[in-house]
């Protein structure tokens, strides 16, 4: 069974930036697409970025230019650096595969103060 333990959130000005990390268990990281989804209150979660094995991404609109993912197949890690953070990025940040198959992590708390 796969984990997924999501770490580097926390409370950041609007403006500041946060680099977020996801590490997954297991050896079949590497074969997988992987994405960073994002649940804000009373809101459903949501693909924000996602990244291809072989390392291609794609972002949501309300991210583009601001956000960028990468792994490290080597370390069974995704990342998500966030910078121009605003109000509204403001979630629980969790990590998945591209098609949400694995258990969910507990995820990481990103807060943006205006």
């Known amino acids: 069974q796969v984990q997924l333990v999501e770490s580097g959130g926390g409370l950041v000005q609007a403006g500041g930036s946060l680099r977020l990390s996801c590490v997954a268990s297991?050896?079949?990281?590497?074969?997988?697409?992987m994405g960073w989804y994002r649940q804000a209150p009373g809101k459903q979660r949501d693909l924000v970025a996602r990244?291809?094995?072989?390392?291609?991404?794609n972002y949501g609109d309300s991210v583009k230019g601001r956000f960028t993912i990468s792994r490290d197949n080597a370390k069974n890690t995704v990342y998500l650096q966030m910078n121009s953070l605003k109000p509204e990025d403001t979630a629980i940040y969790y990590c998945?595969?591209?098609?949400?198959?694995?258990?969910w992590g507990q995820g990481t708390q990103v807060t943006v103060s205006s």
């Open positions: 990244i291809s094995s072989g390392g291609s991404t």
């Open positions: 998945n595969t591209i098609f949400a198959s694995w258990p």
């Open positions: 297991g050896n079949i990281f590497s074969i997988k697409g």
